[in-house]
């Protein structure tokens, strides 16, 4: 059966600090691996990570996947109250490339 | 804003009524993903059609079907309904041509009686 396990289930950081955000996976045919961002409604996509090594970058957030250790991680600089969420990560398997989604992280950024 | 619409927001009924959802995807994308949001069991997926045709199944009920329409929108039909059912349902859609992620309507919260 497929697994992700995020780590750690609730993170509570100042504005301004560094988060890092883990996620490791356990699926068959695995083809990429997602991050969302969940706040109050739909889950919003962040990254799609499919090669190890290769750093992905959208402003003050970062991800990269290790296929060796079958992990993710998901770095967030500069923190902001703005960044208080659930961050989700979905490994995609099969060939119908439906998600396993992690439990979750919830992030609690305070001014 | 995704792009992808949900119907309705909210719907409160009882147990062993039936309902339907629905959910029109981006335009252009083929595929339709379901999901269910609980609190003790996160996010689960359901079942996937791609251009009509059912492609994948998760952890979907009997008690559950869909279906993708010629327009490519997509309705879950949820019957005999349990307290237990109550949870969001979400419905995401991708070009799986091209291998873009799921995008994710704000999906239908769906409280049983």
């Known amino acids: 059966e497929d697994k992700v396990v995020q780590s750690p289930l609730s993170l509570v950081v100042h504005e301004g600090d560094t988060v890092t955000l883990n996620c490791s996976y356990e699926?068959?045919?695995?083809?990429?691996l997602l991050w969302y961002k969940q706040e109050k409604k739909a889950p919003t996509f962040l990254f799609m990570l499919?090669?190890?090594?290769i750093e992905k970058k959208s402003g003050r957030l970062s991800s990269i996947l290790d296929k060796k250790e079958l992990s993710s991680i998901l770095n967030i600089t500069a923190t902001q109250t703005g960044d208080s969420a659930i961050y989700l990560c979905?490994?995609?398997?099969?060939?119908?490339?439906?998600?396993?989604f992690g439990s979750g992280t919830q992030l609690t950024v305070l001014p | 804003d995704s792009g992808v619409t949900q119907t309705p927001k909210h719907l409160i009924t009882a147990t062993g009524q039936r309902v339907t959802l629905r959910c029109s995807p981006r335009?252009?994308?083929?595929?339709v993903y379901w999901y269910q949001q609980s609190l003790d069991q996160g996010l689960q997926f359901l079942i996937q059609?791609?251009?009509?045709?059912?492609?994948a199944k998760g952890n979907i009920l009997e008690r559950f079907s869909a279906q993708q329409f010629p327009d490519l929108h997509s309705e879950l039909n949820l019957s005999s309904l349990e307290l237990g059912d109550s949870a969001l349902y979400f419905c995401?859609?991708?070009?799986?041509?091209?291998?873009?992620?799921?995008?994710f309507g704000d999906g239908t919260r769906l409280s049983i009686l």
């Open positions: 979905a490994p995609r398997s099969g060939s119908a490339r439906q998600l396993t």
């Open positions: 335009s252009g994308d083929l595929s």
């Open positions: 499919t090669s190890s090594g």
């Open positions: 059609y791609y251009n009509g045709e059912e492609r």
């Open positions: 995401a859609s991708s070009d799986r041509g091209s291998g873009e992620p799921q995008h």
């Open positions: 699926v068959t045919n695995f083809r990429s």
